[in-house]
């Protein structure tokens, strides 16, 4: 595994779950959401389906 999150398991704070919203709208992928919230892809997945969010697929 090259890329190692520090915070793993880390519980999601409201302002990362308002930043999730804002850059899902904005039309971003999933590879940069995560970048920006410095989350792994899997769990930046999860807390979208969670929120019943759809992340855009880039192409």
């Given at each position: 595994?090259?890329d190692?999150?520090e915070?793993h398991?880390q519980?999601?704070t409201?302002a990362?779950?308002q930043k999730?919203?804002?850059?899902i709208?904005k039309?971003?992928?999933?590879?940069?959401i995560?970048?920006?919230?410095?989350?792994?892809?899997?769990s930046t997945?999860?807390r979208a389906?969670?929120?019943?969010?759809?992340?855009?697929?880039?192409?």
């Amino acid at each position: 595994m090259a890329d190692r999150f520090e915070r793993h398991r880390q519980a999601w704070t409201p302002a990362e779950i308002q930043k999730l919203h804002v850059l899902i709208a904005k039309g971003m992928g999933l590879k940069s959401i995560a970048k920006a919230l410095t989350r792994s892809e899997e769990s930046t997945k999860a807390r979208a389906k969670l929120d019943k969010l759809k992340i855009a697929k880039m192409r």
